[in-house]
RNA sequence: GUGCCCGUAGCUCAACUGGAUAGAGCAACGGCCUUCUAAGCCGUAGGUUACAGGUUCGAUUCCUGUCGGGUGCGCCA
């Protein structure tokens, strides 16, 4: 059996080989074959998605027709008596041409070179055109994602690219309000790590403001009594306290406006201080991030205090740009593309009248070193939508004064609030702040009673390490399953779920595959992919889509897609599963199979490392 | 007042950015375990996509308006 894929090159749709690479891949004696596009670097495969090879063909196909520059449409089926994949550009097309869609369809068909790659190409409908894939070509695509440690994954020339995220404030504990932030944001480094970019993570923590000067005074009061160790073990308790001594006492307030003052001059002994409370309370985060799993460390943090020599500069420099003008006695932008309905440029103050400057003199001066230092092409600042505005606003003025090219892409990865069960902000049940370490040791604490429930045998320790994994994992999951854009109501139960689309049902699938590998044996991890059952083929379609979501995530910021796909994936391996024995089946079949869940657990495995969530052997 | 986001099954959410009969999961009901983990699988039921218009071969998706909710809007970040 030959199996013969054609790779064209992206975004032309000339037929241009330029490579060929062949490679042995199973002891059955299959060959898959297949051409790649031109390699960028070395070891880096570059292979289209199903969807962009069909793409392509059809919209060949379409030029041949007579339709030329028509996008072909194609997506993945919506029901399976639809094929598997489905192209709707005729319709379109047949309406500008003014022609008998089913007609030009029929001809784009006649034109329609899929040879090794579907089945039966079928028209249906005013003018949809349904691709069954061949089984012989999914069997390959499978051996090639088998055949490579990224599992087939395209690597696009590799972009320099900053994440922004998590971003506390440090004058207090970390909360609730940073839990989406560093969740999504992490998974979106790592997608974005994995399909080749070189990635930077920035912490852009709130290391400066007035609250510091607050901070630094009760600080020294806290050590002259002996107590500063452990007054700053609770950064919430610290933070209050030395906002009760702010309003009671007028002379500790003068003081704390005294430091402020020092702090901004450069005053070494106050500077030292300042340093001290910001490592302490980067110590509590960095707690919090070992914890969570995710990525940040003291080399991702860049606070807003590194801006400060510059802000003057961008001032002066929006000013030469004849961009700036004084009103009120403030320092302000108008930036005509908002107004509002009167007419009236909205306008963004960089400089305050007493001549303090904002987080908006800050980011500016930020997104210039991001440029300018880094060299960074794209910068995705994950943060609340309730920002939206003043990303906006940063962005057009960044163009517009030229501290970024125009064509380097800013992006404000938005997201809503976490609510609790009533739909309000979630909050304590005393309506206070939830500290951020609180519900983590909430999650593995439940996590733990239900592993202990569910499976009492397992020892002490092992349960443990369970909990923390299903526990940190549930409340990852939750958030990322969801629109990121919209609000999301957090609740302990649906997220500790082990049915439905949740981490532990997800974290179970993948205990299921290994358990097959536990008892297998001797096997052979060459063997050709054979897909001959019907939940062998739906099985195999999916995880031959693994690609696309990763480009698609990637893209879009949006990791709920690759949680959807990785819930389908475990739905279709247990229908498999079910459907088709894996260690009583004998031969070829039964070497097929096991390619089948090995490449599903890696799938899966690689899935939800990318969403930050570990896996288990047994649960 | 105005800008942005949102309104989809009882509940929590999708719908690949304009495609076919709007899909999942919970919850409800009915089946399947001497056979690789039943933490599973199969099936049934559940909808005027807030409402009213418009655009077109085709609208949950785009446009206009109404109602309802969230959030932002010059010296906080």
């Known amino acids: 059996m030959f199996v013969l894929l054609a790779s064209e090159k992206t975004g032309r749709a000339s037929l241009a080989v330029a490579g060929l690479v062949f490679r042995k891949a199973g002891a059955a004696g299959t060959i898959a074959v297949y051409l790649f596009a031109q390699p960028r670097r070395r070891g880096a495969i570059d292979r289209m998605t199903i969807q962009q090879l069909l793409s392509l063909r059809v919209q060949a196909a379409l030029a041949a027709a007579g339709a030329p520059d028509t996008p072909a449409v194609v997506q993945a089926s919506s029901k399976p008596e639809f094929g598997d994949f489905q192209a709707n550009g005729v319709m379109g097309a047949a309406k500008a041409l003014k022609t008998n ?343 593995i604490e439940r996590a733990y009673a239900l592993v202990s429930e569910k499976n009492p045998a397992l020892a002490e320790d092992t349960r443990r390490s369970i909990a923390a994994a299903v526990g940190v994992g549930a409340v990852k999951y939750a958030d990322l399953s969801k629109n990121r854009t919209s609000d999301y109501i957090f609740n302990w139960d649906t997220m500790l779920a082990f049915e439905g689309n949740t981490a532990p049902y997800l974290q179970y699938a993948y205990t299921r595959v290994q358990s097959v590998f536990r008892k297998v044996g001797d096997f052979d991890a060459s063997a050709a992919v054979v897909i001959d059952a019907a939940a062998e083929k739906q099985l195999a379609l999916h995880l031959a889509q693994f690609d696309e979501v990763i480009e698609s995530v990637a893209s879009s910021c949006q990791p709920h897609q690759l949680c959807a796909y990785l819930f389908t994936l475990a739905q279709q391996f247990s229908r498999f599963y079910e459907a088709c024995p894996i260690l009583s089946a004998e031969g070829a079949t039964r070497a097929s199979r096991l390619q089948l869940a090995a490449l599903t657990a890696r799938t899966l495995r690689t899935g939800l490392d990318l969403l930050g969530i570990a896996v288990l052997d047994e649960m």
């Open 101 to 443: 869609p089913r007609a030009l369809a029929q001809s784009v068909v006649e034109h329609l070179d899929l040879t090794d790659i579907a089945d039966k190409v079928e028209i249906a409908g005013p003018g949809f055109i349904n691709i069954h894939l061949a089984p012989a070509f999914l069997a390959a695509r499978l051996q090639a994602a088998l055949d490579d440690a990224a599992l087939g994954i395209r690597k696009p020339a590799a972009q320099k690219v900053m994440v922004e995220y998590s971003s506390p404030n440090l004058a207090k504990e970390m909360h609730v309000g940073h839990l989406r932030s560093t969740i999504i944001g992490d998974a979106i480094a790592r997608v974005l790590a994995f399909v080749g970019h070189d990635v930077t993570r920035c912490n852009h923590v709130g290391d400066w403001g007035t609250q510091f000067g607050m901070l630094v005074a009760y600080l020294v009061e806290t050590r002259q009594s002996g107590d500063a160790e452990l007054e700053l073990a609770d950064l919430e308790n610290f933070y209050r306290k030395a906002k009760v001594r702010f309003d009671e006492d007028p002379v500790f307030a003068d003081t704390a406006r005294q430091y402020v003052v020092r702090l901004q001059g450069g005053d070494a002994e106050v500077l030292a201080l300042w340093k001290q409370f910001v490592a302490v309370s980067m110590e509590h985060c960095q707690a919090v991030y070992d914890k969570l799993g995710v990525g940040l460390t003291l080399d991702s943090v860049r606070g807003e205090s590194a801006y400060n020599d510059d802000l003057p500069v961008v001032v002066s420099d929006l000013r030469a740009a004849g961009l700036l003008v004084e009103d009120q006695g403030a320092q302000v932008v108008f930036l005509d593309e908002f107004r509002n309905p009167e007419g009236d440029a909205q306008a963004m103050i960089i400089q305050k009248k007493d001549g303090g400057y904002l987080y908006a003199t800050t980011d500016l001066a930020a997104v210039r070193y991001r440029h300018r230092a880094l060299d960074l092409k794209r910068v995705i600042y994950v943060v609340d939508a309730r920002q939206s505005l003043h990303f906006q606003q940063l962005f057009t003025l960044s163009k517009k004064a030229g501290f970024a090219p125009t064509d380097m892409q800013l992006e404000h990865v938005a997201f809503g609030t976490m609510m609790g069960d009533d739909g309000k902000p979630f909050k304590t049940r005393s309506g206070g702040t939830v500290k951020l370490v609180e519900l983590i040791d909430e999650a």
